[in-house]
Protein backbone atom coordinates (compact mmCIF):
# COMPACT_ATOMS: atom_id res chain seq x y z
CA UNK A 1 0.00 0.00 0.00
CA UNK A 2 3.16 2.43 0.10
CA UNK A 3 3.60 2.35 -3.45
CA UNK A 4 -0.03 3.99 -3.74
CA UNK A 5 0.58 7.87 -4.22
CA UNK A 6 -1.21 10.85 -4.09
CA UNK A 7 -1.40 11.65 -7.31
CA UNK A 8 -2.98 8.89 -7.96
CA UNK A 9 -6.30 9.70 -5.75
CA UNK A 10 -6.44 13.59 -5.99
CA UNK A 11 -8.85 15.73 -7.47
CA UNK A 12 -7.87 18.31 -10.02
CA UNK A 13 -8.42 21.81 -9.68
CA UNK A 14 -11.84 21.95 -8.81
CA UNK A 15 -11.47 25.07 -6.37
CA UNK A 16 -9.48 27.87 -5.52
CA UNK A 17 -9.72 31.64 -4.31
CA UNK A 18 -6.87 34.67 -4.99
CA UNK A 19 -6.63 36.85 -1.95
CA UNK A 20 -8.42 40.13 -4.16
CA UNK A 21 -11.79 38.06 -4.32
CA UNK A 22 -15.22 39.22 -2.77
CA UNK A 23 -16.11 36.33 0.24
CA UNK A 24 -19.40 36.79 -1.05
CA UNK A 25 -17.64 35.83 -4.66
CA UNK A 26 -15.87 32.97 -2.57
CA UNK A 27 -18.61 31.85 -0.88
CA UNK A 28 -20.75 31.49 -4.39
CA UNK A 29 -17.58 29.42 -5.56
CA UNK A 30 -17.67 27.12 -2.05
CA UNK A 31 -21.68 26.78 -2.17
CA UNK A 32 -21.14 25.61 -5.83
CA UNK A 33 -17.86 23.19 -5.13
CA UNK A 34 -19.58 21.40 -2.45
CA UNK A 35 -16.10 21.72 -0.95
CA UNK A 36 -15.48 22.63 2.92
CA UNK A 37 -12.62 24.91 1.62
CA UNK A 38 -10.06 25.26 -0.28
CA UNK A 39 -6.45 27.04 -1.40
CA UNK A 40 -5.82 30.22 -2.01
CA UNK A 41 -3.67 30.76 -4.97
CA UNK A 42 -1.19 33.89 -6.15
CA UNK A 43 -0.64 34.47 -9.39
CA UNK A 44 2.26 31.92 -9.73
CA UNK A 45 -0.25 29.48 -8.71
CA UNK A 46 1.23 28.67 -5.39
CA UNK A 47 -0.64 27.94 -2.48
CA UNK A 48 -0.53 31.01 -0.28
CA UNK A 49 -3.17 30.32 2.18
CA UNK A 50 -6.73 28.44 2.87
CA UNK A 51 -10.32 29.98 3.02
CA UNK A 52 -12.94 27.72 4.53
CA UNK A 53 -16.63 27.71 4.97
CA UNK A 54 -15.68 28.33 8.65
CA UNK A 55 -13.92 31.32 7.88
CA UNK A 56 -16.49 32.95 5.75
CA UNK A 57 -18.71 32.22 8.07
CA UNK A 58 -17.89 34.62 10.37
CA UNK A 59 -18.03 37.24 7.68
CA UNK A 60 -21.37 36.71 6.65
CA UNK A 61 -22.63 36.56 10.26
CA UNK A 62 -20.92 40.17 10.37
CA UNK A 63 -22.44 40.81 7.04
CA UNK A 64 -26.14 40.17 8.25
CA UNK A 65 -25.71 42.40 11.58
CA UNK A 66 -24.73 45.66 9.08
CA UNK A 67 -26.34 44.77 6.10
CA UNK A 68 -22.50 44.80 4.55
CA UNK A 69 -20.52 42.52 3.29
CA UNK A 70 -16.84 44.49 2.01
CA UNK A 71 -14.60 41.72 3.28
CA UNK A 72 -11.97 40.32 1.03
CA UNK A 73 -10.44 36.56 0.81
CA UNK A 74 -7.22 37.98 2.08
CA UNK A 75 -9.13 39.57 5.23
CA UNK A 76 -10.45 35.96 6.56
CA UNK A 77 -7.84 33.21 5.57
CA UNK A 78 -5.91 31.34 7.26
CA UNK A 79 -2.19 32.54 5.83
CA UNK A 80 -0.74 28.88 6.45
CA UNK A 81 -2.25 25.82 4.51
CA UNK A 82 -1.01 22.53 5.36
CA UNK A 83 0.26 21.54 1.53
CA UNK A 84 1.04 17.94 0.45
CA UNK A 85 3.10 16.60 -2.77
CA UNK A 86 1.84 14.83 -5.18
CA UNK A 87 4.53 11.82 -5.00
CA UNK A 88 3.51 11.71 -1.04
CA UNK A 89 2.46 8.36 -0.08
CA UNK A 90 -1.04 7.20 1.00
CA UNK A 91 -0.35 5.96 3.84
CA UNK A 92 2.14 8.45 4.82
CA UNK A 93 -1.24 11.40 4.39
CA UNK A 94 -3.18 8.70 6.14
CA UNK A 95 -0.78 8.93 9.33
CA UNK A 96 -0.87 12.76 8.88
CA UNK A 97 -4.08 12.67 8.48
CA UNK A 98 -4.23 11.78 12.23
CA UNK A 99 -2.58 14.18 13.48
CA UNK A 100 -3.13 17.58 12.09
CA UNK A 101 -6.77 19.05 11.46
CA UNK A 102 -7.37 19.45 8.01
CA UNK A 103 -9.73 17.16 6.61
CA UNK A 104 -9.05 18.43 2.51
CA UNK A 105 -5.10 19.44 1.39
CA UNK A 106 -4.17 21.39 -1.58
CA UNK A 107 -1.43 19.11 -3.34
CA UNK A 108 1.43 20.68 -4.98
CA UNK A 109 4.37 19.38 -7.26
CA UNK A 110 7.88 19.99 -7.46
CA UNK A 111 7.81 23.97 -7.51
CA UNK A 112 4.94 24.11 -5.23
CA UNK A 113 2.34 24.80 -8.05
CA UNK A 114 -1.01 23.97 -7.02
CA UNK A 115 -2.05 21.02 -8.98
CA UNK A 116 -5.15 19.48 -7.06
CA UNK A 117 -7.05 18.49 -3.34
CA UNK A 118 -6.76 15.55 -2.18
CA UNK A 119 -9.39 14.58 1.26
CA UNK A 120 -9.81 11.90 3.43
CA UNK A 121 -12.27 10.34 1.73
CA UNK A 122 -10.09 10.02 -1.37
CA UNK A 123 -7.88 8.67 1.44
CA UNK A 124 -10.19 6.33 2.87
CA UNK A 125 -11.33 5.03 -0.73
CA UNK A 126 -7.90 4.58 -2.15
CA UNK A 127 -7.03 2.73 1.03
CA UNK A 128 -10.50 0.26 0.65
CA UNK A 129 -9.70 -0.29 -3.25
CA UNK A 130 -6.09 -1.59 -2.12
CA UNK A 131 -7.84 -3.76 1.09
CA UNK A 132 -10.22 -4.91 -1.38
CA UNK A 133 -7.32 -6.20 -3.72
CA UNK A 134 -5.95 -8.49 -0.87
Known sequence: MNNLQVSEYMIGKSLSFK????IETAVEILLASKQIGGPVIDTAGRVVGWLSEQD???????????CELVALVED????????????????????????????IYPVVDDEDHYIGLISRKNVLGAMSKQIAKC
Open 19 to 22: KEMT
Open 76 to 103: VMSKKAVTVKKEMSIVDLAQLMLKTAPK
Open 56 to 66: CLAKMIEASYY
